[in-house]
């Protein structure tokens, strides 16, 4: 799992799902794109659409600083990257401590598969399959306001 | 053999005639197959071709001709009859099959039959009728014997028990069953042989153009070598920074030449001849017409103009509805022709050949064209125009309203043209390939309808503008030219910005007020371009689609490039006036805008513009 950092809040997402983990770069904004869409970005080559998690999560937007990455992740067949505020380290989080999701309060449930708990840590697992899937419903209805 | 059939040599001289010619035409309608694998007229004839080959080979008792030919006629009867699909496994069978018909026959002519190993063959054909089905990861780990079938029916069990779902690999692991490598492999193994079921994606090439790759990487291959030893020579001091400059300038020169030379050579062999798609028009236009009870003389030219694979799988759907609806709208029935003074027999014309960088495909029909007023009525009646902006449509651009969704002047969609395909899947379907689709048509005279398409999938010569802080690339076939405009030449009409250039009045779009977008860090409020109202002069580009032209504001000319665009992807192809990106020499992505998305944008916001109060215009 690859811990990392939002808006104060820790989440993990299975490492065999991380691409890469680069630096905040110059980022490409496409006019009418759906809100969250942070811009394109061009990646050895190839262009993927970077997704600010802060706010498909709703939360404010902060500007970037020296610990923001991002975090590139192959979803549904695409290759995508989200904007996270610093990412930890690479963890191993045993199958029993992980639970399923509890009420949380800024991130909606369907993301999450479950929560773990390493030391006194309380990481949030992150399904980006389900993210995704309804980001991509959302950006469907931009197109047609 | 049959005794007296085999003493009957002319017989058997018929015989090997045609079912020679008979496997020269299955040849090419196999290969033409692997472009259209749904095209049921493809499959029929060479079902025929083969059910044939038996018939006539079963009578003059060649026996092993009658058995494989048997066996790949059931495989595809079951094609044709949709019992399973046209996959690589069959297509192989096939096509292998073919070959091995071809030799027989030979041997027949040389003299003989020969004896034949046909098991293996003959099991593959019977293999290809059975539906495809990826084993499961339990089976696949069995089969190499990471664990027994015994183990695999204990655990399968257990997570049929358990009350979450639990991953078989996962479970096998943690029992210490077998290894996460060992599951890594079985599942990718497994993908495999899910993919390979997939439909074919094999290509037959023609060697001369794979022959003509190898040269050029060759060429690369030397330059690449030249680089290498100059920065050796350079590092190593005996090469002084002027004639570094110099070879370096050099070997770019011939770097741009064989990479230009690499990228052509490589899309080419990706190319086939139109007649893939064009073939079986003949019979559809034959078939068509005679139901309609009409006369039609079909002409098709220019065969062999080559086109990428992918483009002629694509532009077949939209080229056979346009035939049908020359057929069905078009052209008259003979009766009518001849009171109306025309010959009895209709023509219908299908003309492919290559201009410059672009495909070009014309259809054309000699019938009734299409009348500007009953397209005019319809766009009316369904709330598309008002009476206003219909006054100031040129007939051209009123036959363009065609080309929107849920636009059909047939009261009832028949058989033949409303399958779901309408104009507006025509026009999607040619965006989808870069292309664009015309319609010229005078009333009584007939219809032309012109598609355009490139010649190349990906690549592009842009113009590169610069707008505010952002670069974009212009696609330059849309670009009919540039202009250093004055402040004076830009009016507003009806709150609509206009500017005039040498007389003519052109629709004058600004990028930022399409593009208006809360959190564009380039936004700027207002209506002035960014260097603000210190210059006097700015630039227009003028763009052109069809008969549409518009002026879009712009900083700076930044040059022209040759560039490979590349899709934006699934979350963002909602944007209409962007075509997908590029990344440009120094790593940056700029955005490759659309013309006629950026037409038809400045024409909503006009719209909207005007007539606030009227209903919005989905265009």
Partial sequence: ????????????????????????????????????????????????????????????????????????????????????????????????????????????????????????????????DRLMAESGEMSATTALA | MNEELSQDSSLIQDFLVECEELLQGMDQDMVALESSPQDSELLNRIFRAMHTIKGTSSFLGFEPVVRLSHCAEDVLNAVRRGEIQLRRRAMDALLASRDQLGLMLQHIRQGGLQEYKLDSLLQELEDAQKPEVAPSLGELLVRDQVITPTTLKAVLAEQAASPEPRKLGQMLVEKGLSSPLQIGDALARQKEIAASAAPSATLRVEARKLDELINLIGELVLERNRLVQLGRDFSSGSLAAGDLNSFLGQSTARLSFITDELQAAGLKTRMIPIEAVFRKFPR????????????????????????????????????????????????????????????????????????????????????????????AEKALEKGLVTPERLRQLSPGEILDFIFLPGFSTVEKASDLSGRGVGMDVVRSNLKKMNGTVEIDSRPSQGTTILLRL??????????????????????????????????????????????CLRGETLPLIRLQQLFEDKTTRSAVAGNEPSRGAREQSWKAVILGIAEKRIALLVDHLLGQESTVVKPLGSYLHHCPSVAGATVSGDGRVRLVLDPAGLITASEALDYDRRSSAAPKVSA
């Avoid at chain 1, 990646?43 to 404010?60: E, M, Q, S, T, Y």
């Avoid at chain 2, 610069?466 to 670069?471: F, G, H, L, S, T």
């Avoid at chain 2, 849309?478 to 206009?498: D, K, L, M």
């Fill in chain 1, 1 to 128: 799992m690859v811990g990392f950092h939002v808006g104060g809040e820790e989440f993990a997402l299975d490492v065999l799902r991380v691409q890469e983990i680069i630096r905040l770069q110059e980022l490409t904004r496409v006019p009418n794109s759906p809100e969250f869409m942070e811009g394109v970005m061009n990646l050895r080559g190839k262009i993927i659409p970077v997704i600010a998690l802060r706010k498909r999560f709703g939360l404010d937007l902060v500007p970037p600083d020296k610990q923001t990455r991002i975090v590139v992740v192959e979803v549904n067949g695409t290759v995508l990257g989200f904007v996270v505020d610093s990412v930890s380290e690479v963890l191993r989080i045993s199958a029993d401590t992980v639970e399923p999701p509890p009420r949380l309060g800024k991130v909606e449930r369907e993301y999450v598969s479950g929560v773990g708990k390493l030391d006194d840590r309380l990481l949030i697992l992150l399904d980006v």
């Fill in chain 2, 284 to 375: 559809l236009v034959r078939d068509v017409a005679h139901n309609l009870l009409k006369e039609v003389e079909l002409v098709i030219r220019g065969q062999e103009t080559e086109l990428d694979k992918t483009m002629v799988e694509l532009i077949g759907d939209p080229l056979v509805h346009l035939i049908r609806n020359a057929l069905d709208h078009g052209l008259e029935t003979p009766e009518v022709r001849v009171q109306s003074g025309k010959s009895r027999q209709g023509s219908i014309v299908i003309a492919a050949s290559q201009e410059g960088d672009q495909i070009v495909i014309k259809i054309s029909d000699d019938g009734a064209g299409i009348n500007p007023e009953r397209i």
């Fill in chain 2, 454 to 499: 490139p010649l190349t999938l990906a690549i592009l010569p842009v113009l590169l503008v610069r707008v505010a802080d952002e670069i974009y690339a212009l696609p330059l076939r849309s670009v009919v030219e540039t202009a250093q405009i004055q402040r004076q030449n830009i009016h507003c009409i009806e709150g609509a910005e206009v500017l």
